[in-house]
Structure formats: structure tokens, C-alpha cells
């Protein structure tokens, strides 16, 4: 602890998210993951929960030629291995690099989802993924990947926390 890591040209300390990195006006959130090959950072995409219960964290990891895209099975708690790596990294970090606006530990999905009727978000809970489907974190992976999530056999709903901000699309107006 203590040391700092520059990512996408800004210093932060070690064991936590780094500022999200910018692409055409959008984010992708980036966290530290022990393990992570480069400078120990991998860029998230989204999580994803199949029928059978596997989990998968979709990212991109830093590789000689630049950032990778790399595919992760949960294989404990908070390890997840790919074809070439095991990384160390909890959910409970995910949550906070992609969802810093979203107080992970509470219960008030309302907030987070103001157009669902408060009988359903009061019955679920914000974290870990309950059945299957996706939890999406960066807008270029919302883009390029999104229909393909929604129409696998047996994919669940796929949700973009805070989409219409992240996407800058004005949005609000039209829930109200």
C-alpha cells in the first residue's frame, strides 16, 4: 500500500479504482486487479451471470500492443482466471471502480432505478448478480456487446447502471 501506479496518465494510490479513462467523450471504469499483467490495472466491461451459475467478468487487460480484451471465470471468492492469467479481485471493488455513484451496501435500488415500480427494487438486492444476466460498466462494451448478451440461450436482462448519463443522452426529462 501506499504506492501509486499511473494510469492513463493520472497517479493514484495502490488497492483501489483508477480515474476512468476517457474514450470519445465516454468511460470506462479501471481498477486494480492483483495478478493483472502490465501495470496491474484491467479496464471493465461488464459482469456476467450464466443459467448455470458461472460468472463472467468481461474486461481488457494491458498487453504489449496496447489494452486486450479478456474474458474471466469466478473461480473463488475473489479470483478469476482467463486462458493466461488468475487475477485477485472482489466484487466489492468491481462494484466501486464501475458504480462510484451507487452506495454498493445499501438497499435503496430506487434511487438507482427511479422508473421501476418500488415493490420489485425493494425485493432485490444491488450485489452480486442473483440469476443470470449482465451487469454492464463501460458504454463502448454497452455498444459493441450488448445485443449479444440479451440473445444468447438462457441470458437474464441486461442492465447498464446510469446508461443515459453514460451515453450522454438527456433522458431525465422523459421520466419525469
Not at 65 to 83: I, K, M, N, Y
Request: charged share 20%; with cysteine; glycine share 10%.
Amino acid at each position: 500500500r501506499g504506492r501509486t501506479a499511473a494510469v492513463a496518465g493520472d497517479e493514484v494510490a495502490s488497492g483501489g479504482a483508477a480515474p476512468p479513462e476517457e474514450f470519445d467523450g465516454w468511460t470506462s471504469p479501471v481498477v486494480e486487479a492483483q495478478g493483472a499483467p502490465g501495470s496491474g490495472y484491467i479496464r471493465l466491461g461488464a459482469l456476467e451471470r450464466i443459467a448455470d451459475g458461472a460468472e463472467w467478468l468481461h474486461a481488457q487487460v494491458e498487453a504489449p500492443g496496447g489494452w486486450q480484451p479478456a474474458l474471466f471465470l469466478r473461480s473463488g471468492p475473489d479470483s478469476w482466471r482467463s486462458t493466461d492469467s488468475i487475477i485477485h479481485l472482489s466484487l466489492a471493488s468491481i462494484a466501486a471502480a464501475a458504480l462510484p455513484h451507487l452506495d454498493v451496501k445499501q438497499s435503496n435500488l430506487h434511487a438507482a432505478a427511479p422508473a421501476w415500480p418500488c415493490d420489485l427494487t425493494d425485493e432485490l438486492d444491488r450485489w452480486p448478480l442473483k440469476g443470470p444476466g449482465a451487469v454492464v460498466f463501460d458504454p463502448q462494451f454497452f455498444m459493441q456487446r450488448a445485443a449479444a448478451l440479451v440473445t444468447r440461450p438462457g441470458a437474464g436482462p441486461v442492465l447498464f447502471p446510469g446508461a443515459s448519463s453514460r451515453l450522454k443522452l438527456n433522458t431525465d426529462s422523459l421520466i419525469k
